[in-house]
């Protein structure tokens, strides 16, 4: 069974800072990947996808990459602001499969 | 921007009740999912309806549970009768399924209490 584990747990960082959030997963199998944020108490917000033949994705001030032999992900995010705060989410969708298999999250503080 | 919307955003019931938990996935999306999240815990995959049945379901989705879509936008969850570790937020996604999109999107989610 597939297991996405996403290290590290929390993250606390100075506004301006660039981060790298990382996601790792067992099984190479994998149809694509999506990021996703939430927020306290909230629902999903998509802020990435990437398929399982690419390598990179962006989209303003993130980049996701993915290395699917070595079974990893990453989010890179650039000059962090205090709005980025909220948990980061990697979920993982099977070769052959419909539904995603959640990572554990890493919760993201940036301080002003 | 087209989004998928849920309610209620709180329900609370009784151990032994039904609920129904209501979903408006985006309009000509084919894909409809229910995931769950146990507070702390990660989401969790429920069931997965493509075409008018159910296309996926984990080990979670048992006899208990049931789901519809009984219009041509509502997406239902039923829990026939609650228990306590039954208390979750549940969300509802669609997805295209059109072959240009992949992105699953998620609705805001109803927090499901048991007492």
């Known amino acids: 069974k597939q297991e996405v584990t996403q290290i590290p747990a929390a993250l606390s960082v100075p506004e301006g800072e660039n981060l790298v959030l990382n996601c790792s997963f067992t099984?190479?199998?994998?149809?694509?990947l999506q990021w996703f944020r939430q927020d306290p108490g909230k629902g999903l917000t998509s802020l990435l996808l990437?398929?399982?033949?690419?390598r990179e994705q962006t989209s303003g001030r993130l980049n996701a990459s993915l290395d699917k032999s070595s079974g990893r992900s990453t989010l890179y995010i650039a000059a962090s602001q205090p709005g980025d705060s909220a948990t980061y989410l990697c979920?993982?969708?099977?070769?052959?499969?419909?539904?995603?298999?959640f990572g554990t999250g890493t919760r993201l503080t940036v301080i002003p | 921007e087209p989004e998928v919307t849920q309610t209620p955003s709180h329900q609370v019931t009784q151990m032994g009740q039904e609920v129904i938990l209501r979903c408006v996935p985006i309009?000509?999306?084919?894909?409809f999912y229910w995931y769950r999240q146990i507070l702390g815990q990660k989401v969790e995959f429920l069931v997965s309806?493509?075409?008018?049945?159910?296309?996926?379901k984990s080990e979670i989705f048992d006899d208990q549970f049931s789901v519809e879509r009984p219009d041509g936008s509502n997406f239902t969850l039923k829990i026939r009768s609650t228990k306590l570790e039954d208390s979750a937020m549940y969300f509802c996604a669609s997805r295209g399924g059109d072959g240009i999109t992949d992105t699953q999107y998620f609705g805001p989610g109803t927090r499901l209490t048991v007492l």
């Open positions: 309009s000509n999306h084919l894909y």
């Open positions: 979920a993982v969708r099977q070769t052959g499969a419909n539904n995603l298999f």
């Open positions: 099984d190479s199998a994998i149809y694509n």
């Open positions: 990437i398929q399982s033949s690419q």
């Open positions: 309806f493509y075409n008018n049945e159910i296309s996926e």
